[in-house]
């Protein structure tokens, strides 16, 4: 991946104006020096989300979404940092040009070229006389001319060299072919062959619209009945949706997605005029692609097969949404059916009716998925279901959401509620979120966020450097126990080192490109407010934070004390505490150290430690026991 100059991303940072790129998807209004609106990356009703435009930097109050002008066109296009740079870049009238830590050669373009060269010559293929097979199976499927523009389906014809030739002769470099998966060389003879031959194509898309690899369908009942081209530098069947390009901004939307599990079943469900699905390629659902739909919505749908792969297939697919953050509801088929076949069968609205009718939400689904598996419904497989839905239970947030599924539940066992919810409770500790939670509230105003110590106190040592000079000197930054705000003081502790007057600035560029640009867009919020610690609150934080380290430090002695006491080892006790005395004032210790004579020497075979009160003081006896050499001590 190609990278760019720091000074290039200033630039940019420069040209722009971050209201007016915010404002082609957020209605903003002023107040004061910020600027207002609803976040377009949750659902609200009052605004919490504002941008500052003299810090070219956003953050919502609600979700805590934030960062700078990349951050927002990433998070609102799910682009990756590069792909969001060029955008911006191409709007600031820049040019990009790699830097020497860039790599030399990049073969996505091409690649992606030829990948789209292919894809026309499929559509005129279709389009033509050695097509009408394929339109005639279209025409039978269901599918209108329309949504096969949309999805910019093709056929491939029989034949070894027709899309090999039909390139070359455009002036594409079969090294090219050879990348993109396109041809196949022969084990037989040297030479290559066209990959998709007498199969419908589908492109596959990256999000931005990209063709990054083909997936090809026979027309008949011949095996393999799918065939993607291979995985390359641009495509991975983990990291890519079928037809997310087309569907992302109806998720975005309807803060919804479906999944489903084939190409013709998210193309068919389209056409129904259901928008926001999208289909994993007839693949199990990965973590990437989880992620992936993160970025523009918060629940999703399953709709699988309703056979006993499509049913363990959604168990797997909910735990990884789940894992994710995302919030999963299900919809299970008869047997036998997908949803192509279900719509064929019985037509829209029946189909939408059945969806309609027959939505289960995680733990529904989970409940009626264990209990079908059940023999019978005795004491040992009640306990087995309650065990089993228990994590899901126990982090939900809502006191009424778990007070419905213990309802359910309970009527499903065939037990009262009050014996669940006590078989629930037994293990509390064991889960999260089982304690009744306080709700949060949120307003649009930052004087109003419960902001923690640490962060007032980071934010005020952002805003004066000797302060943050003072306050490591003292404590150190261990304290910063929250990874982001960790890594932040982390940058800044490098940036401050160079004769630079933008520390700031510096940090909160590389604060986005890392990843941790909400937590710096919510301190830099911080920082224009007057609510941070002044010196008597700082020093107040650094003496708790010393006494703290102190407590832990002799925690950490007395533990040590108690090992050396229970291993009899009397010699390195009195040596530890020798070496205590000599980091802390003797008096700290003498009551330990009077309460452990008595304990560990009831039976001494050294005569000198019985004469112990006849020294000047402790600290001699204990001087002279450690370095005389004498071995009988107690054991």
């Known amino acids: ?67 700078d002008i990349f951050s927002f066109v990433m998070k609102r296009d799910g682009l990756e940092f590069r792909e969001a740079m060029e955008y911006l870049a191409g709007k600031a009238g820049i040019e990009l040009v790699k830097s020497r830590s860039g790599k030399q050669t990049d073969h996505r373009k091409p690649v992606i070229e030829v990948n789209q060269a292919a894809v026309e010559f499929y559509q005129q293929v279709l389009a033509g006389k050695l097509g009408q097979e394929a339109r005639e199976y279209l025409r039978r499927r269901g599918l209108e001319a329309a949504t096969i523009k949309k999805y910019q389906l093709g056929y491939a014809p029989d034949g070894w060299t027709r899309l090999e030739e039909h390139l070359l002769k455009k002036g594409y470099s079969q090294e090219y072919l050879k990348l993109s998966g396109l041809i196949k060389r022969s084990e037989n003879r040297n030479n290559f062959y066209d990959l998709l031959r007498r199969r419908l194509v589908f492109p596959i898309m990256h999000y931005n619209g990209d063709i990054v690899g083909l997936g090809g369908r026979v027309l008949d009942d011949s095996l393999p009945k799918y065939l993607n081209t291979p995985e390359t530098e641009l495509f991975s069947k983990r990291k890519v949706l079928y037809g997310l390009f087309q569907a992302r901004d109806s998720i975005r939307q309807a803060n919804k997605a479906i999944i489903v599990e084939g190409y013709m079943d998210c193309i068919k469900l389209q056409q129904l005029g259901i928008n926001n699905v999208v289909a994993t390629m007839g693949t199990a659902l990965t973590s990437e692609q989880a992620r992936l ?57 029946e189909f939408l009716r059945y969806i309609q009718n027959n939505k289960l939400s995680n733990i529904e689904f989970k409940i009626n998925r264990y209990l079908s598996r059940e023999k019978e419904l005795n004491l040992e497989s009640q306990i087995r279901t309650i065990n089993y839905l228990r994590k899901d239970i126990g982090q939900l947030n809502s006191e009424l959401e778990k007070d419905y599924y213990i309802k359910i539940l309970a009527r499903k066992l065939k037990i009262e509620e009050n014996i669940v919810y006590r ?30 110590i640490n962060e007032r106190v980071l934010a005020a040592m952002f805003k004066k450097p000797e302060l943050f000079e003072y306050i490591k000197s003292r404590i150190g930054l261990e304290f910063l126990e929250e990874r982001d705000l960790r890594a932040l003081a982390g940058i800044y502790e490098k940036l401050k080192d160079n004769d630079s007057d933008d520390h700031l600035e510096r940090l909160g560029l590389l604060a986005n490109q890392q990843g941790f640009g909400s937590a710096f867009a919510r301190l830099a919020l911080l920082m224009e407010e007057e609510s941070l610690p002044g010196e008597m609150e700082i020093k107040r934080f650094i003496r708790q934070v010393e006494r703290k380290e102190e407590e832990q430090a002799w925690k950490n002695q007395f533990y040590r004390l108690k090992d050396l006491d229970s291993e009899g080892n009397f010699y390195s006790f009195l040596k530890f505490i020798l070496n205590l005395n000599l980091i802390h004032h003797k008096q700290s210790y003498t009551i330990l150290l009077n309460k452990k004579s008595a304990n560990i020497c009831e039976n001494p075979r050294n005569p000198r430690l019985l004469k112990t009160n006849s020294h000047s003081s402790k600290d001699q006896f204990f001087t002279s026991y450690i370095h005389a050499e004498d071995k009988t001590g107690c054991n």
């Not at 915010?22 to 919490?48: D, I, M």
């Not at 792969?309 to 735990?319: S, V």
């Open 423 to 452: 078989e629930l409770k037994k293990r509390e500790r064991d889960i999260s979120g089982i304690k009744r939670n306080k709700s949060k509230i949120i307003r649009d105003n930052i004087k109003y966020v419960n902001y923690g």
């Open 1 to 67: 991946m190609a990278t760019y100059d720091d000074q290039v991303l200033e630039e940019i940072l420069n040209r722009l104006d971050i209201v007016e790129i915010v404002s082609e998807s957020v209605n903003l209004s002023r107040k004061g020096n910020r600027y207002w609106g609803l976040c377009p990356f949750h659902q609200e009703k009052t605004a919490s989300f504002c941008v500052t435009p003299d810090k070219n930097m956003f953050y919502c109050f609600g979700c805590h979404a934030g960062g």
């Open 293 to 349: 739909l993160q970025r523009y919505c918060e629940k999703v749908l399953l709709l699988y097969d309703g056979d006993e792969a499509g049913q363990r297939e959604t168990i797997r697919a909910l735990e990884i949404l789940g894992n994710e953050g995302l919030k999963a509801s299900v919809v299970s088929l008869p047997m036998g059916e997908d949803p192509d076949d279900y719509i064929e069968k019985y037509g829209k609205e």
